[in-house]
């Protein structure tokens, strides 16, 4: 097909503004797929992300679809995730279109990753459609976020497209929209091949399925690929487009959206945001934006049964191969023997693995605290990257701890700014600025180190603004401050499952907190267990858990064993889930103590 | 797959008696009061179970017969005597068959305990559980101690003394209000009455009763876990003291030759010498716990023979319909028997050790436990058993495994790794 008659497309929204609804909309519309015959939201193929009500994968659908002007056009959707520890992948998928629908929701408004798309889809040179869906809704207010979105992008209100894509209305005049707005893809058919990758998955027979977006020249069975950043190179078993289903073409060319089938093993060769070219005509520039996708957030999983160590080694091997961003390296625990050490883009996908292991895969799992990654200066002149707080140097070789800060973006009704703030400082964060993109919000920045974002920062955030406010985040640099490592002793033994970073400042009162929540958390057992928290050379606090001094069933009535055997059985299981650390039994709670332990 | 028993042994037989005149508050047996009209047709119904029980059991011996409740000393002489003889009719009783009969205090009088002594009973059982007025009255027990003391004096004068299986005192400690002082009291005034046997059981809240909904409402303070550990241990040093002998958690009896200690002067006490030692510890309990063959007849009754656990249906008009219309099933089940489970040999092991271990001074034994399973203590589960000696719970030697004093109060800890 000429380039005159692709359009290529994305849709951007905050989370739960209905970008999924929309896209099964079209893809009945054009005839894609039929209705009766669907599983709703075609394109979130995982039942966790529907589930989450999110999209944790991009995908890309070919449609064709018959304008009002009579002529045929290949529409190409492209599916971005829908998460903020996603926002590199999605601007790659950005840069595979040339334009963008921005779905608004008419009874919120504008939210935080609203503006965060669109600002990523503009700065990405995308023509920008905005629309309001949820019209069907009775709380729907499509003037007053019609006014918003005006404001916002500049122009008329009047230009602002309601739709419900649940029910259809207006979803056809979008479709024309589309093909009279969104400008055709450019691209020279003869110049060396170029195709943007901006996502993959796994397939058990084909390899890694690489979803490209053709720049330039074109791709073609029988010609060798060359991937650019990682040098890989391959022979195409498949080139074709998602119909939704994977429909071979036998070559791609520039404009077009489509896959190549790679067969390579592994998502780690074929990165987001590589560059795919012919081997025997490569390219001489890479397409710009190519990073190396970086964990942020670190923990421990470790099996609880310890014989699952070599299954939950193989789910993540497994987990691996469609997920590029999830990192993992054994790691010993004094206290929870053999697991991994496993980096994640985020919470929310450390969440999702965590999610993925136990239902998928069956695996009883417990993850430690998260932790972030910190540059440490030793005094040797030395610099260590540390992911896991029990690995933290002894202070006196340590000249400086330099932890990564987000710059986060917090969209909310301005009633909630104290409360905000007062969230946000007391976390160590440091206002930057605001802004009031529509009438009532506020558009709050601040710089705050990650490792006080990762620690129920979300949550408190939604409750203390009853749901209204949303968060935004990005890297922003790494900063030294006054660090030091909070170690937890339990019965006098330091247990390194719990150990923490923290700010020198915060040290007594995160101790004393911590070993409060942890005498909670710990049963009385057999001997009295004193819990400590020690920082900075000595303790900070202690508390005791006062020994069990009876626990026994008096008798066994009439010969009645079943009933004793099911109490004992139901202590057993009690049991399992606890993990003994020297002779304490430390319940798996204890673990995760750290990020319960509330603002209060 | 039932397995070939090494040698025909001796059988133990549980009675359900499931009636009461009130129940207590702490009470979650299988008891009920205002169906005294089911007296009489539960009776034939119990006698059916036996005949049909007892053909099946085709004539093993039978050492031990308990009647459990319920109150069994609601039940009338002469229904006893009825059901004594379709027992002796349909199973072969040892000559020295121990049998125990549960009675409230203030539910007996002179005729009527004579009468079972006549018939064969070789053992009360008193629920005395407390000496306090306000304590019985908390507990719903519609008794007095004096009722006690009367009582106590009725079943020795009526021949429920050391020439017999001997006489049982159960007390309750570990109650809301109840005071160190108060349970040393209430020993001590039972200490008087020189049971041979005295049952100390800690109180457990058990679903569905109103003392546990009274707790949990607030109108009682939860019972102190560790002042009752506290009850118990000054229990166990003022038994010693007094001459008995721990032999499980919650069970204490007089050696054989108590005579030094008994302040009468029975011309009987000479011949005790002459009686089987452990004499007055209960012999059918210690069925229970060395996992050895029981019957359970009557409503709501647990049995454990020929390789399977069962249990008959609980409702007493249940039971005797089933009794009426139900169909005969293979030995040990009655018509009334509703849960059956098989046990496999892992099972058997498992029980044999968490109830071996409840009998403090015997424990598990090393050669009975190999006789028995064909393998030793430590191919079974010696690393379980090193664990807990490892934290002073479990003494484990040549002899056998069996719970250290810490290990008493903690049992829960030891018998839940053998599950």
Known sequence: ?600 | MGRPESQPQNLSIYIAIPFCQVRCAYCDFNTFAGLDDLMAPYARALAREIRLVGEAAAGRPVHTIFFGGGTPSLLPLLVYQDIFAVLRGAFALTTDCEITLEANPGTVDAAYLLGLRALGVSRLSFGVQSTHASELRLLDRLHSFEDVRQAVALARAAGFDRASHGLNLDLIFGTPHQTLAMWQASLLRVLALEPEHLSLYALSLEHGTPLRSWVQRGLLPMPDADLAAEMYGWAGELLAAHGYGQYEISNWALPEKAEGRSRRSDPQVSDLRLLAPGRYQCRHNLQYWRNRPYLGLGAGAHGCAAGWRYSNVLAPGAYIARLEHGVVGEFPFSPAAVERTRQTRADEMGETMLLGLRLTAEGVGGADFEARFGATLAAAYGRRLRHLRGLGLLAWDEAGARLTPAGRLLGNRVFREFV
């Open chain 1, 1 to 600: 097909m000429d380039t005159a008659h692709i359009r290529n497309f994305c849709i951007i929204a905050h989370i739960d503004h209905g970008k999924s609804t929309l896209a099964d909309r079209l893809l009945h519309l054009t005839g894609t797929v039929p209705d009766r015959d669907t599983t709703e939201q075609i394109l979130d193929s995982m039942d966790l992300e529907r589930e989450k009500g999110v999209t944790i994968k991009a995908s890309a659908v070919r449609m064709s679809y018959t304008a009002a002007d009579g002529q045929q056009y290949e529409m190409n959707l492209i599916d971005t995730p829908g998460h903020v520890d996603f926002g590199y992948e999605v601007s790659r998928a950005l840069a595979a279109c040339e334009g963008a629908v921005l779905v608004v929701d008419a009874t919120q408004g504008i939210e935080a990753q609203t503006l965060a798309n669109l600002y990523l889809a503009l700065g990405a040179g995308l023509e920008v459609l905005p629309v309001i869906n949820k019209i069907d809704l009775p709380s729907a207010d499509p003037v007053g976020v019609a006014q918003e979105i005006a404001n916002l992008l500049g122009g008329d209100a009047q230009a602002v497209l309601p739709i419900s894509a649940k029910e259809g209305t207006g979803v056809p005049a979008l479709l024309e929209r589309i093909v009279e707005h969104i400008p055709p893809p450019k691209g020279d058919s003869s110049a060396p091949a170029r195709a943007l990758i901006f996502d993959s998955h796994y397939d058990p027979y084909k390899g890694v399925i690489a979803y490209v977006r053709v720049v330039s020249g074109q791709i073609r069975m029988g010609a060798r690929f060359k991937l650019m950043a990682t040098g890989v190179q391959g022979e195409p078993l498949e080139i074709g487009v998602f119909t939704p289903g994977m429909t071979p073409t036998g070559e791609l060319s520039a404009g077009e959206v489509g896959y190549v089938a790679t067969g390579l093993k592994t998502v780690q060769q074929c990165r987001v945001g590589d560059t795919l070219t012919l081997a025997a005509n490569p390219a001489p520039e890479p397409l710009p934006g190519y990073q190396k996708a970086k964990p942020m957030v670190f923990a421990g999983l470790y099996p609880v049964d310890g014989e699952d160590y070599a299954n939950l080694k193989e789910a993540l091997d497994k987990l691996q191969l469609n997920d590029a961003s999830l990192t993992f390296e054994p790691e010993t625990s004094q206290a929870l023997n053999f697991g991994f050490r496993c980096g994640f883009l985020g919470l929310f996908h450390m969440d999702i693995v965590q999610e993925r292991l136990e239902r998928e895969y069956d695996l009883d799992i417990l993850a430690t605290a998260p932790s972030v990654e910190y540059e440490v200066l030793l005094t040797s002149g030395e610099t260590r990257l540390i992911d896991s707080p029990a690995d933290l140097p002894d202070e006196s070789v340590i000249e400086a701890v330099r932890e990564p800060w987000m710059r986060i973006q917090i969209f909310t009704p301005e009633t909630y700014y104290g409360t905000i703030m007062e969230l946000v400082t007391r976390r160590r964060g440091a206002f930057v600025e605001q802004e009031y993109p529509a009438p009532g919000r506020v558009l709050l920045t601040y710089d705050i180190p990650l490792a006080e974002l990762i620690v129920d920062f979300y949550d408190q955030l939604k409750s203390r603004t009853r749901g209204y406010a949303s968060l935004d985040y990005q890297f922003h640099s790494y900063r030294q401050e006054d660090l030091i490592k909070l170690q937890i002793l339990i019965n006098e033994e330091p247990v390194d499952a719990l150990a923490m970073i923290v700010h020198r400042a915060e040290a007594y009162a995160k101790g004393q907190a911590l070993v409060s929540k942890l005498k909670e958390l710990i049963p009385s057992q057999q001997f009295t267990i004193p819990i400590q928290a020690a920082g900075g050379g000595r303790i900070i606090s202690r508390a005791n858990v006062r020994a069990l001094k009876k626990d026994v069933l008096a008798k066994c009535y009439g010969g009645d064993i079943s009933r004793k055997k099911k109490l004992l059985e139901k202590q057993k299981r009690g049991k399992r889930r606890m993990k003994m650390v020297g002779a304490v039994e430390i319940p798996q709670e204890a673990f995760m103590a750290v990020l319960r332990l509330g603002d209060d």
